[in-house]
């Protein structure tokens, strides 16, 4: 009998689960660390220690259980796109990533969620996985050529469909950036120009949904941002 493949979005979401387990415990365990000394001296401990103690213990419970509810939250937002969805890793520092049927590479930083197109030297577009775009986008690899941030810098139509794709998933900051690959230890088969949307918002990024509907628009807007010229590196 063939043994089942682990599905990669259980995977990746079971390796985030333990890594906010971790964290909680690391955090309860810190407490526990600072009130140790309060009940050796009280002994046994005076009813207001203990109380301003238990109260610090509310915080990792919390986290712990908040954690659950946004696992099993994103599990069925990933449900309902699980179709557009070509692999799925995780970063590192970055959590997961995914990569859609349009060869967008996608990865959701807090708040932002950062879409980025690869382009090989001939100005195809790269198909990248999810470890090729973790890789990619490390640090020390791109040069900027091309910087619009909406509202802010920038004119003309690349502009305003910047302005509008930030509009339309509810962001209160959007930068597109096209930039060239210059890593001084280049990485195999390495992709010759970047393009990205960044998308900012205050209490949530955007939606999966959101983005997944909207994979095809982004995607027609980087490779056209891409293909013009460049405007030379900005800060």
Known sequence: MARKEPDPIDTVLRIMRRRADVLALAILGLLLLLALPLWLVASPPE????????VLFVFPVAL????????RRMRVALDRIRPRIRDVGIGSFRGMVLVTDDHLFIQSLGTTTIL?????????????????????????RWTRETFIRSP?????????????????????????????????NPDPDPPSRMATVALSRFFAAPSFE???????????YLTGLAATPPDGPRG
């Open 152 to 184: 802010g810098r920038g004119s003309g139509a690349a502009a305003k469909e910047l302005s509008e794709i930030r509009t339309s998933c509810g962001a209160i900051f959007a930068r597109a950036d096209v930039l060239r690959y210059s890593a001084r």
């Open 64 to 71: 712990f259980a908040v954690s659950r509810w946004g696992m």
């Open 210 to 220: 959101w983005i997944v509907a909207n994979t095809a628009r982004v995607a027609a």
């Open 116 to 140: 980025s197109t690869f382009f090989a030297s001939d100005g195809a577009t790269c198909s990248p996985t999810a470890r090729d775009g973790l890789r990619w986008t490390g640090p020390l």
């Open 47 to 54: 009813p207001y220690a203990l109380a301003g103690v238990s």
